[in-house]
């Protein structure tokens, strides 16, 4: 900053004791002052200590924010095969649909019991084959992708939720049918398992 002689002296006069840190000169020249660190209350030194601390901040809340998208991609990343296929069939000899529905991580979006939920058991190919299939059908959520009918039964355990409301206390009744499922599709294959019929 510039100031006039007679600046000068009334900022020498208000200043009193607080200029400490300020260097006035009678000339001409323009008065010059330097701020300490001192009077800010923050050292060069302490700053430099402190850029490593906030550098690791910043790293450690961008890897909390990748995390959650991971975790976030993964829950919409449970494709037909991770949901409903089981082929060969697991060899689960009592409450199969219990041990499979918890290890499947199989719930509602709001952490509930599935009312009812189907495991296919034949080979993937073969589920992948009804997106070729001549039986198109009406999708019951009215999506946008089209839904197809398989053209052969495929053998299947249907869990059907008998108590339980909050997950994983959930128990369900083994419907262990021969259907027809009602896939939905996209250009890359089936998507869900709309339905099945028997």
């Known amino acids: 900053m510039i100031f006039t002689n007679r600046e000068k002296a009334i900022k020498y006069q208000r200043l009193g004791k607080q200029?400490?840190?300020?260097?006035?000169?009678?000339?001409?020249?323009?008065?010059?002052?330097?701020?300490?660190?001192?009077?800010?209350?923050?050292?060069?030194?302490?700053?430099?200590?402190?850029?490593?601390?906030?550098?690791?901040?910043?790293?450690?809340?961008?890897l909390l924010l990748f995390w959650e998208n991971e975790?976030?991609?993964?829950?919409?990343?449970?494709?037909?095969?991770?949901l409903h296929v089981d082929y060969p069939q697991s060899d689960v000899p009592v409450r199969y649909c219990n041990h499979m529905?918890?290890?499947?991580?199989?719930?509602?979006?709001?952490?509930?019991?599935?009312?009812?939920?189907?495991?296919?058991h034949e080979r993937p190919r073969n589920i992948n084959s009804v997106c070729n299939s001549l039986r198109k059908v009406a999708c019951q959520n009215h999506s946008t992708l089209l839904c197809f009918q398989s053209e052969t039964k495929f053998?299947?355990?249907?869990?059907?939720?008998?108590?339980?409301?909050r997950y994983p206390a959930c128990s369900y009744h083994i419907s262990p049918p021969e259907g027809f499922i009602v896939v939905t599709c996209d250009d890359m294959g089936p998507v869900n398992i709309q339905r099945y019929d028997e």
């Open 19 to 62: 200029s400490q840190g300020m260097v006035l000169e009678e000339s001409d020249y323009p008065l010059i002052f330097s701020v300490s660190s001192y009077s800010i209350g923050v050292r060069a030194k302490d700053v430099k200590d402190l850029i490593p601390l906030v550098i690791l901040m910043v790293i450690l809340f961008l």
């Open 71 to 82: 975790l976030d991609e993964e829950v919409m990343a449970a494709t037909l095969d991770q």
């Open 101 to 120: 529905i918890i290890q499947r991580l199989i719930k509602e979006a709001n952490s509930t019991c599935k009312k009812e939920h189907v495991f296919v």
């Open 155 to 165: 053998k299947m355990t249907v869990c059907k939720l008998i108590e339980g409301t």
